[in-house]
Structure formats: C-alpha cells, structure tokens
C-alpha cells in the first residue's frame, strides 16, 4: 500500500510542475494569448465592405483625382473575419470611396479635442490647434489623425437671455457684469451707479448684440 502512494505523491508534483511551466511559458511571450486592440472594432462576421478603417488595410493610390470615386485593393487584418455579400468568408475585397485626404473631410466626419484656454469672444476671433481623429466608418487617405486651425467654440455655462434679463433690470448695480465674472467692473458700476445709466444703456447693447462675453473667453448657451 505503501509502494502505491509514492508515485501517486510524485505523479502529482510533477502535474503541478507541469502546470506551473506551462503558465510560466505564456506569461513569458511564449504563446501570446492577447487580442489585438483593433479587434474590438470590428463587428464579426459583417461585411467586409462595411468594416471600420481600423479592421482593413489597404493599397492606397495617390494618383487618383481629388473629389472623383475609386476603388481600393483591400485586406482585414488579422484575427478579423468578415463576409462578402453572399455570406461567404474573404480576406481581400475592395471598396470605393472618394479621393481625398483625412484633413480634406467635412467636420461631420472627424472628431476634433476642445480647447477651454482660448478667448471665444475677440476680435478677431482666436483661433486653436486641435487634434483630430477620422471617425471609424470614414475611410480617406494618409494618417487618420492631423492637426486642424479651429475657432475657439466652447461655453462656460453662461446663458445671453440671463445676462441680458440681468442688463436690462439690475444693470445700474453691475448684475450683469457679476454674472458674467467681471468684478471689476461690476464694482465700478455699482459704485457709479451704472455710469449714471449711459454705461447701463451701452451695456444693454453690446451684451445684446453680444460683443460682451463671459469674462472666462466662453461662448453663450
């Protein structure tokens, strides 16, 4: 009895040794397990015609003509399975799109980063440098991702019928400079007050027409 439980103990130590190479060996690099971060993009068994540019390579010709349709030789990536019309499964296929640059699309086709530190209220209007994505269904040609000029568009929560409410109705005791976040002057009109309602009356139009903003560079809501 005894003689049988010896390689009983040693048939389980060598498992567990086996078992801790094999986990050790795909720990390592050895047998790599992880999916590749595109894959999640990439709706299975779709068409392929239809896949993200994110799930395809293709050939790119830059000798087509900018604005005109052209086809494009393309391929999934790996670990991306997708079908053609028919339902069968292809790895090459070929779509058709136009001409054109990433930079070259309308804005409803990329996503650009905001900017909170640009005046949106001057003159000129301030201008920033965003960085911008092609959204994943949009296929164009050179890097998804560019830097574009845009207009400083962001808002602070400051509402132009309240300013304006606030103008008409506190203006002489400085309401309406409170709420936009000019102290200054605010204090100076209500101090004054309201420039003895020739700044009251200025005031009223220029947040009116809104040459007056919030005193953070934000646009009105």
């Not at 971060?37 to 779709?46: A, D, G, I």
């Not at 103008?167 to 709420?179: E, H, K, N, P, Q």
């Amino acid at each position: 009895m005894a003689a049988a439980v010896v390689p009983l103990q040693t048939l389980r130590r060598l498992c567990r040794v086996l078992l801790f190479l094999s986990q050790f060996y795909i720990l390592s690099g050895g047998e790599s397990t992880d999916i590749p971060p595109y894959v999640m993009k990439c709706p299975s068994n779709s068409l392929c015609s239809r896949l993200p540019a994110d799930c395809v390579e293709c050939k790119t010709n830059f000798s087509c003509v900018y604005g005109k349709l052209v086809t494009f030789d393309c391929t999934v990536k790996p670990s991306v399975t997708c079908v053609d019309q028919d339902f069968k499964s292809q790895k090459n296929f070929i779509i058709n799109m136009t001409c054109r640059f990433c930079w070259q699309l309308p804005e409803i086709d990329y996503e650009c980063s905001n900017s909170t530190s640009c005046m949106t209220v001057s003159c000129p209007r301030q201008r920033y440098t965003a960085n911008c994505t092609v959204r994943d269904h949009i296929h164009c040609l050179g890097n998804r991702t560019f830097p574009k000029m845009l207009y400083c568009n962001w808002t602070g929560g400051y509402k132009w019928s309240t300013a304006l409410a606030l103008s008409i109705t506190l203006g002489g005791f400085g309401a309406d400079r409170f709420y936009l976040g000019q102290w200054q002057e605010g204090l100076s009109k209500l101090f004054s007050f309201g420039g003895l309602g020739i700044w009251t009356l200025i005031d009223v139009l220029l947040i009116a027409v809104g040459y007056v903003g919030p005193a953070d560079g934000s646009l009105y809501i």
